[in-house]
T-cell receptor, first 116, second 113 residues
Framework: KAGVTQTPRYLIKTRGQQVTLSCSPI?????VSWYQQTPGQGLQFLFE???????NKGNFPGRFSGRQFSNSRSEMNVSTLELGDSALYLC???????????????FGEGSRLTVL | QKEVEQNSGPLSVPEGAIASLNCTYS??????FFWYRQYSGKSPELIMS????GDKEDGRFTAQLNKASQYVSLLIRDSQPSDSATYLC?????????????FGQGTELSVKP
């Protein structure tokens, strides 16, 4: 069974540009969450999608957005990139359909973004 | 106050010893609690989940939950060098308040041969 697939794995952008990251969840998983991981802040919750609907959102500015498609694949977009957006962006999927139980996550390998 | 707090470590234990990792959380309404392990350069992987007060054992791992004290712990018995990793505590908030899964900063564990 294939795991969570994230693309691209590495990317370098400059300030002011925008970036789109893609995530394909494990087959059958309908919940997709996104996290930002940095050495100083750890894992910070960005958003969670279920059946194409954003179910939860973290405390990030509006430059960070996401969406989920009917096949459960998800994308996140960061516009007007800042140096501080340099991070590992992790996508995770969950089998649970009950939002109270979507804590058992399977993570992808992440997309490492460097903003110059 | 952070929502989920862990000692950053590093915690160093000799091989064969018991490693004890602790986590406190601020939202008394939280219902679901998880421990993830993250090896250097890798993604987090789930190792334990616990939903009710008390102990839950899985092999060498025991998770302990005390909701009254808002405290979760993970014990690793017979620690092995392969257990050296960062351990992340994650807490799921009440669904009626969003139900976000919030991670602590992680505790780095080093098991010395």
């Amino acid at each position: 069974k294939a795991g969570v697939t994230q693309t691209p794995r590495y990317l370098i952008k400059t300030r002011g540009q925008q970036v789109t990251l893609s995530c394909s969840p494990i087959s059958g998983h309908r919940s997709v969450s996104w996290y930002q991981q940095t050495p100083g802040q750890g894992l910070q919750f960005l958003f969670e999608y279920f059946s194409e609907t954003q179910r939860n959102k973290g405390n990030f500015p509006g430059r960070f957005s996401g969406r989920q498609f009917s096949n459960s694949r998800s994308e996140m977009n960061v516009s007007t990139l800042e140096l501080g957006d340099s991070a590992l962006y992790l996508c995770a999927s969950s089998l649970e359909v009950d939002p109270a139980n979507t804590g058992e996550l399977f993570f992808g390998e992440g997309s490492r973004l460097t903003v110059l | 106050q952070k929502e989920v707090e862990q000692n950053s470590g590093p915690l160093s234990v000799p091989e064969g010893a018991i490693a004890s990792l602790n986590c406190t959380y601020s939202d008394r309404g939280s219902q679901s609690f998880f421990w993830y392990r993250q090896y250097s350069g890798k993604s987090p992987e789930l190792i334990m989940s616990i939903y009710s007060n008390g102990d839950k054992e899985d092999g060498r791992f025991t998770a302990q939950l005390n909701k009254a004290s808002q405290y979760v712990s993970l014990l690793i018995r017979d620690s092995q060098p392969s257990d050296s990793a960062t351990y992340l505590c994650a807490v799921k908030g009440p669904y009626n308040q969003g139900g976000k899964l919030i991670f602590g900063q992680g505790t780095e564990l080093s098991v010395k041969p």
